[in-house]
């Protein structure tokens, strides 16, 4: 019996795309409305003020200023206190007291 494969596909051919995980923007430096500060599997860093998780884990800054890590927290504290605070400013709901 022959114990060469014939001239079909191999078994092993496979090989998945990276994910470049990790954290992108570290603390003390400065990040801008919309830059992913981290982006990881699962909720092994939590969003603080100013970060926005998203729905891969990917955690990004909702407000241009410097990062801040506070033990698992990320926050952004914010680089011009006279801008707006948030990149999407969320219609509220007017008090109806009587």
């Known amino acids: 019996m022959a114990h060469k494969k ?3 596909s191999t078994q ?16 003390g430096q400065t ?32 407000a241009d200023g410097v990062v801040r890590f506070r033990g698992r927290k990320v926050d952004i504290v914010p680089s011009d206190p006279s801008a707006p605070r948030m990149a999407i400013d969320v219609p509220r709901k007017a008090s109806t007291t009587k």
């Not at 092993?12 to 603390?27: E, H, I, M, T, W």
């Not at 990040?31 to 990917?58: H, M, N, P, W």
């Open 31 to 62: 990040a801008q409305v919309g830059s992913i500060i981290i982006r990881q599997c699962g909720t092994r860093f939590k969003a603080g003020f100013l970060v926005k998780e998203c729905k891969d884990y990917t955690l990004m800054a909702m």
């Open 12 to 27: 092993n051919g496979r090989d998945s795309n990276a994910q470049y995980r990790g954290v992108k923007l570290y603390g």
């Open 6 to 8: 014939g001239q079909g």
